[in-house]
């Protein structure tokens, strides 16, 4: 269940990255509800200057791409029966720039991380690595940075709207992330603006034009399996965030 939409070519595209795109088939018209984009984090193919992210080789799927594809399956199906036009997108953020009401990332964190949920912040920018993923965030690119696809912007508004969204995942998350349903691992929230800068500086705020960005760290692999392998529970609860928030906007009833 990966219908994804075809993206627009960006300027400057390789010749691998135009034949991924032709790859992409166009997602279908869902109807007249507000449009989500549920990212499932570290899928292939993946966003030029982040290929090597494959994600954390843990978790109760063997990788943290065995996580997000299920759960991104789980909270596209559940948004569709709300009356969302929900789509999802791999890791190359397909389509580049496309408006919506909604993007969140769906992801788990490495042995002896946190749970926490990030969202897009204005004035900030995207992180670059060494070549195509390795090193330390950096705010700007290292002299071997792989080059990147053409950046979005986020607004001041898209900012209030995005910290909205988080804290209303959030909301709905934090009572699931429990011992009694296998997590034992750390909370770590909504960050601040000068939180998590792999979180706060996501590269896929800045490839689509949606009304409030986020991304979600669902738990600790290893430490938190028994919970991620809960893969509808977590669904669940991150899509009753997305629709709290809708509502808040006005936009779904």
Do not use: K
Not at 224 to 248: E, K, M, N, W, Y
């Amino acid at each position: 269940m990966r219908p994804t939409p075809t993206r627009r070519a960006p300027a400057v595209v390789s010749a691998g990255l135009a034949l991924a795109s032709c790859a992409l088939a166009a997602a279908p018209a869902l109807g007249a509800g507000p449009v989500v984009y549920v990212q499932a984090g570290h899928e292939g193919p993946r966003e030029p200057g982040y290929r090597d992210q494959t994600g954390a080789g843990s978790g109760p799927f063997g990788s943290e791409v065995g996580f997000t594809t299920r759960t991104a399956d789980a909270v596209v199906a559940r948004l569709r029966v709300a009356g969302v036009d929900a789509r999802e997108s791999p890791g190359l953020v397909a389509p580049w720039g496309a408006p919506a009401a909604v993007f969140v990332s769906l992801h788990h964190d490495v042995p002896g991380g946190a749970a926490a949920i990030g969202h897009a912040i204005t004035g900030d920018g995207e992180n670059w690595y060494h070549g195509e993923g390795g090193g330390a965030p950096s705010p700007r690119p290292y002299p071997d940075s792989a080059p990147h696809r053409n950046a979005t912007t986020v607004s001041a508004a898209v900012e209030w709207r995005s910290r909205d969204l988080a804290h209303r995942i959030a909301a709905r998350y934090r009572p699931v992330y429990t011992a009694a349903n296998g997590a034992r691992g750390r909370w770590g929230g909504v960050q601040t603006r000068d939180g998590n800068p792999r979180m706060m500086s996501y590269y896929g705020f800045y490839r689509t034009r949606a009304a409030a960005r986020v991304i979600v760290e669902a738990g600790a692999g290893g430490t938190d399996d028994a919970l991620l392998a809960r893969t509808g529970l977590i669904a669940a609860a991150v899509s009753r965030g997305v629709l709290d928030h809708l509502r808040r906007r006005g936009l779904l009833g």
